[in-house]
Nanobody, 125 residues
Framework: QVQLVESGGGSVQAGGSLRLSCAVSRATVSNYCMGWFRQAPGKEREGVAGIDSDGNTIYADSVKGRFTISKDNAANTLYLQMNSLKPEDTAMYYC???????????????????WGQGTPVTVSS
């Protein structure tokens, strides 16, 4: 069974930065399409950023220019660098993986079979 474990969440002030990591086991990140999602209290889970097996990236409009998704194939780890954080970025952040969650399907929760447990991010004003 593929396992995803997120880390790196925390509390920061607005304008600060965090880097989230997602360690993957029993799978190879270079073969998967992967994504970062977030879910704020009372809201639906939403796609933040996606990356395909070739390293092509895509972002939600709300984070473009501030967040960067990347992966280290040697370390089998997915990252999300978050800069210029805003209070509205406060949420639980999840990484996800699947062979078929690519292209236009990247932001759909139902595109992914494998999920991590989440890491919390709190941004204060």
């Amino acid at each position: 069974q593929v396992q995803l474990v997120e880390s790196g969440g925390g509390s920061v002030q607005a304008g600060g930065s965090l880097r989230l990591s997602c360690a993957v086991s029993r799978a190879t990140v270079s073969n998967y399409c992967m994504g970062w999602f977030r879910q704020a209290p009372g809201k639906e889970r939403e796609g933040v950023a996606g990356i395909d097996s070739d390293g092509n990236t895509i972002y939600a409009d709300s984070v473009k220019g501030r967040f960067t998704i990347s992966k280290d194939n040697a370390a089998n780890t997915l990252y999300l660098q978050m800069n210029s954080l805003k209070p509205e970025d406060t949420a639980m952040y999840y990484c996800a993986a699947d062979y078929s969650a690519c292209g236009r399907l990247w932001s759909r929760v139902t595109s992914y079979n494998y999920w991590g447990q989440g890491t919390p991010v709190t941004v204060s004003s």
